[in-house]
């Protein structure tokens, strides 16, 4: 694995970096660093106009092929990006779910038609995302979905039940949803009769209520569907096939996009640091030592996603890549632990002094109530250990009930 940038990759860094340093300092300045997580109601309209000012000058999907609107960069490129994103301290991205989830999921097992139905208002900034797979009693156990999904004698689908968690489903135009359409064939194996639905959101029979979080916004929202309509060619992958589909949905969670996230580890932890020695913390043997242990995790994690990486051009992942979010959600909640110990009592006060009443976060406490969601979301710790001692290690399966 060679971490050195070749003359190709330097000429796009600066490419990047130029552009975002640019746009980031004249009318889109106020929405620097802002967005993520803990933060995502942040100036929303403001960064929907983001959205469509990357996707006007070609900086969105850039690792999506060039014949569905992408730049077709290369593995190595597309990593550039991500960093160099991270490092000019971009918005939270309105539109990753649909960049990063849906998109490539139609590329890979969407017909030519939605194909060019739905990936062009995505690159365009034109239309946003949400993902209907958990629900009350299938979260980690996925294929235990009970909303159903019925096709009337014109072809449309009626969808009813309920999905929770729906991370921007307030903002959302379309949901992916993970819908039963026929029994199983084999009860056993509840995998089987689940079909990959593309459901417009503004319409009757959806009813959105945002759930309030720790960190007082609302990110995620339960959905309601009844009787929420789609077209019969809404189908991805084809009728009974959602499993193998959403299974492709959820390994392009684990690509690139991994090493801009560690970049924004970097800057946290950069700002953490900052207020250890403004405060005087870090001349504290013990502090000192976390804060370097801290440097040392988010090293040990870019280079192991780099050299799980190496060599996969066409995006796919060994099973090394399977240690990756168990790793990292882990490392987060820690860091959100030590933001609060380098605050010490002040990490105690939340809102604004004079008004006791105003129950505002600082950007290290919403770091801190956020992060405590790192090891359950996107498959808890416990799944994680099990996937890692089954799939990659081939130990037994866990006893069965």
């Known amino acids: ?41 942040a100036l929303f309209d403001e960064r929907l106009a983001w959205e469509r000012h990357l996707g006007a000058h070609g900086w969105t999907c850039v690792g999506w092929p060039k014949e569905h609107g992408g730049r077709g960069l290369s593995l190595r490129q597309h990593v550039v990006y991500y960093e ?12 990753h779910i649909g960049e990063g989830l849906l998109g490539p999921t139609v590329i890979a097992f969407g017909s030519p ?14 239309e946003l995302w949400c993902q209907g797979y958990s629900e009350p009693d299938a979260g980690s156990d996925l294929a235990n979905v009970a909303t159903r999904a019925e096709r009337d004698d014109t072809g449309t689908w009626a969808v009813h039940g309920q999905k929770v968690w729906t991370s921007l489903a307030h903002w959302a135009d ?22 990959y639905l593309l459901v417009p959101m503004r319409q009757d029979g959806i009813e959105i209520r945002p759930i309030v979080q720790v960190t007082g916004d609302s990110e995620f929202n339960e959905v309601f569907f009844d009787g929420a309509r789609t077209d019969a060619a809404n189908v991805v992958g084809g009728e ?15 690509g690139a996009s991994t090493l ?10 950069d700002a953490i640091t900052a207020v250890a020695r403004s405060t005087g913390v870090a001349d504290d043997p013990v502090m000192r030592q976390r804060l370097a242990g801290a440097h040392i995790g988010l090293e040990i994690m870019r280079l192991n996603a780099l050299r799980t990486l190496s060599g996969t051009e066409n995006g796919a992942l060994g099973r090394e890549a399977m240690i990756g979010k168990l790793y990292w959600a882990t490392f987060h909640r820690g ?44 498959g808890s710790n416990e799944i994680q250990r099990n ?15």
């Open 1 to 41: 694995m060679d971490l050195r940038d070749s003359a190709d990759d330097r000429a796009f860094r600066d490419e990047v970096r130029t552009f975002l340093e640019e746009s980031l300092a004249g009318d889109f300045a106020v929405v620097r660093g802002r967005g993520g997580p803990g933060d995502e109601h």
């Open 84 to 95: 160099e994103y991270a490092r000019a301290q971009g918005p939270g991205r309105l539109g």
């Open 113 to 126: 038609e939605q194909q060019q139905r739905f990936l062009p208002p995505i690159v365009a900034g034109e």
């Open 174 to 195: 379309w949901c992916f949803v993970l819908a039963r359409t026929s029994p199983p064939a084999d009860p056993r194996r509840k995998h089987g009769g689940l079909s």
């Open 240 to 254: 009974g096939e959602g499993w193998r589909v959403a299974m492709g949905t959820l390994a392009f969670e684990r």
């Open 260 to 269: 801009g996230q560690q970049l924004n580890f970097r800057n946290e932890l």
């Open 335 to 378: 860091l959100g632990e030590l933001a609060m110990d380098v605050l010490g009592a002040a990490a105690t006060v939340i809102g604004d002094e004079h008004d006791p009443a105003v129950y505002d976060p600082g950007p290290l406490q919403r770091l801190f109530l956020f992060s405590r969601s790192d090891t359950i979301y996107a």
């Open 387 to 401: 996937i890692i001692g089954e799939r990659a290690l081939g130990l037994p399966k866990e006893p069965q009930p």
